[in-house]
């Protein structure tokens, strides 16, 4: 009886596999790690303890457990491939456009009063929470303001929340700003972008933990392409054509 012959698949099934695996479940934020160690820190205390005291304590266990599970799911890190065609800017974060206006760009960034046209994305507990570089360029500000702690899908989050905002210059010289703006619940801003930075369009720069917002400052005459209401995908969700 003739043997079936061997696939490449067959050959590295178990390599497949764990690629499979590694495909369906994304990397983690660093930021998240504190977080999901404690979670974990919890768990094993709930094993000690009842190995030393002998009381029932499979509800530490499942808290623990829980929590670190909760915590690696919101500091998930998903691969995105952002588009080839040049001209683009992408959605610095997921979560869905509930904003499309013109307004002034942060004061803090000494960019003038004229208004510019204005995406923004709001962000819920249950979407990633990494936030990517809109255009690739230099980084040319840096600057953190101070704030309340709003809801961030109320307009007025953008003047008076805290924030983080990152002036982006292309090649081309069209500037893009995008702005970290914190929610009700989000009290901590990350931002990896610093002055002289060269971003490429798609990076990892930023993380705003526990539900927040993201403004993009468009240049002068650029119409968005997206609606109020539609889901953005940090990375790949193209919100306009720089003219």
């Known amino acids: 009886m003739a043997r079936r012959p061997r696939t490449e698949s067959s050959k590295e099934g178990p390599a497949h596999l764990l690629e499979l695996v590694r495909s369906a479940v ?70 869905v456009i509930c904003v499309i206006d013109s307004a002034a760009p942060p004061a803090e960034l000494s960019m003038g009063d004229l208004p510019l046209p204005r995406v923004s994305i709001f962000l819920s507990l249950l979407d990633a929470h990494v936030q990517r570089a809109p255009v690739s360029g230099e980084v040319i500000a840096v600057q953190h303001q101070p704030g ?59 993380l705003i933990r526990f539900g927040s917002r993201l403004d993009t400052y468009l240049p002068p005459g650029t119409e968005p392409v997206v609606q109020v209401g539609q889901r953005a995908v940090a990375g790949e969700t193209v919100l306009a054509d720089l003219p």
């Open 26 to 95: 994304p990397p983690v934020h660093p930021a998240g790690h504190p977080f999901i160690s404690a979670g974990l820190a919890v768990a094993s205390a709930g094993v000690m303890g009842q190995a030393v005291t002998g009381r029932d304590l499979r509800w530490l266990r499942r808290a623990g457990l829980l929590a670190a599970g909760a915590c690696a799911a919101f500091f998930r890190h998903p691969p995105r491939v952002p588009p080839t065609r040049a001209g683009v800017v992408v959605a610095p974060a997921d979560g």
């Open 148 to 206: 309340r702690f709003g809801s961030a899908d109320l307009t007025s989050a953008s003047i008076e929340n805290e924030r983080t905002s990152v002036r982006i210059r292309t090649t081309s010289g069209a500037e893009v700003v995008v702005v970290q703006i914190a929610g009700l619940l989000a009290r901590r801003i990350v931002c990896d972008a610093h002055l002289g930075d060269k971003l490429t369009i798609g990076d990892t720069y930023g």
